[in-house]
Nanobody, 121 residues
Framework: QVQLVESGGGLVQAGDSLRLSCATS??????MGWFRQAPGKERDFVAG????????YYGDSVKGRFTISRHNANNTVYLQMNSLKPEDTAVYYC????????????????WGQGTQVTVSS
């Protein structure tokens, strides 16, 4: 069992940066993913990281702008978001699964409550 709590969302302008955090409790040897969901749209994969941080993977729309990382000593996963665009506006969720990175939301068992990111133009 693992509990996930996201933080760091907010309202920013296009071109700004924001860092999201996901605090985890319980077992920590999970692959972690960030997903996002805009109103009326599917929940899409943003980025994933293996339990040891050795492997990462990104959705095409965020490659080169977002960076996922983790600090297992303090049980936290981060999503650094740079050069934000209005189309990045969504609720961002972190999620956990017990094996390799996957891009489908249905492959993740544990979810946080989400944090809102709004990017104004």
């Amino acid at each position: 069992q693992v509990q996930l709590v996201e933080s760091g969302g907010g309202l920013v302008q296009a071109g700004d940066s924001l860092r999201l955090s996901c605090a985890t409790s319980g077992r920590t040897r999970y692959t972690m993913g960030w997903f996002r969901q805009a109103p009326g749209k599917e929940r899409d994969f943003v980025a994933g990281i293996s339990w040891d941080g050795g492997n990462t993977y990104y959705g095409d729309s965020v490659k080169g702008r977002f960076t996922i990382s983790r600090h297992n000593a303090n049980n936290t996963v981060y999503l650094q978001m740079n050069s934000l665009k209005p189309e990045d506006t969504a609720v961002y969720y972190c999620a956990a699964r017990s094996s390799a990175i996957r891009t489908s939301r249905y492959e993740y068992k544990y979810w946080g409550q989400g944090t809102q990111v709004t990017v104004s133009s």
